[in-house]
């Protein structure tokens, strides 16, 4: 079993940075994909982020070009850079893992595993 803790979430002002951190234990991440997912207040749960166990990188429209996910399967880690931020990036984020063959990163329900998510806040 995996079990992932997300960390780094906090308030922040407009055009601000913040870096997520996906600690997991139990297995290594090397042999999956990690997404990250957020969800805002009477929202969808809705796709952000993915990185394949090849490195490959996808990212939502709405983040693109303002948010870097990376791992680091030495420490069993996987981070979401968050640049630029916006009042619409409000939410609570999660990290999730799957195989990389699971179908499509951006549908959550492909995903085995869960963190408790980190709340992220951007005020204007």
């Known amino acids: 079993q995996v079990q992932l803790v997300e960390s780094g979430g906090g308030s922040v002002q407009a055009g601000g940075s913040l870096r997520l951190s996906c600690a997991a234990s139990g297995r290594t991440l090397s042999n999956y994909g990690m997404g990250w997912f957020r969800q805002a207040p009477g929202k969808e749960r809705e796709f952000v982020s993915y990185i394949r166990s090849d490195g490959s990188t996808y990212y939502a429209d709405s983040v693109k070009g303002r948010f870097t996910i990376s791992r680091d399967n030495a420490k069993n880690t996987v981070y979401l850079q968050m640049n630029s931020l916006k009042p619409e990036d409000t939410a609570l984020y999660f990290c999730?893992?799957?195989?990389?063959?699971?179908?499509?990163?951006?549908?959550?329900?492909?995903?085995?595993?869960w963190g408790q998510g980190t709340q992220v806040t951007v005020s204007s």
């Open positions: 999730a893992s799957r195989q990389t063959y699971s179908g499509s990163y951006y549908y959550a329900p492909s995903y085995n595993y």
